[in-house]
């Protein structure tokens, strides 16, 4: 069992606005809890992660993105009983989150300018399983 990390705090004064906020881009916290578990007597192994942060944001001249991404999950199950190659059978985004952003745009400077459009994206990445083999051939 691996489990890591972060908590973090930063402070800038914003140039555009001339107010205090965190870096663009950087997480608050973050957290990754991963389990593997090998059977080496039946050349078998499995495995799952779950991993989460906080929401970013991006902060341009003229906007502002925040971006959730929501929890990540995956599972792993692999084999090396092939004597040529290793399979794998992996699946992720296994609680089918979504992705969510809205930008906020603004007509010029924020810090001043009112706001042009807001967007809004949803992104269903949906889940997915991939079947590798990888070996010496």
Known sequence: LEI?????????TDPVTGVGRTLSLERPWNYSVKFRKDFPAHNFTFGWELEDSA???F???????????GVEAGVFFETTALSFAKLRLSGGNLLNKNETRRR????GSRS???????????????RNFSLTLSGSF
Do not use: C, K, M
């Open 4 to 12: 890591s990390g972060y908590i973090q705090d930063s402070n800038v």
């Open 55 to 57: 929401r970013e944001r």
């Open 59 to 69: 902060f341009g001249l003229d906007e502002i993105v925040p971006v959730d991404e």
């Open 104 to 107: 906020t745009v603004f007509t």
């Open 112 to 126: 001043v300018a009112p706001v042009d459009f807001v967007e809004d994206r949803l992104r269903h990445r949906g």
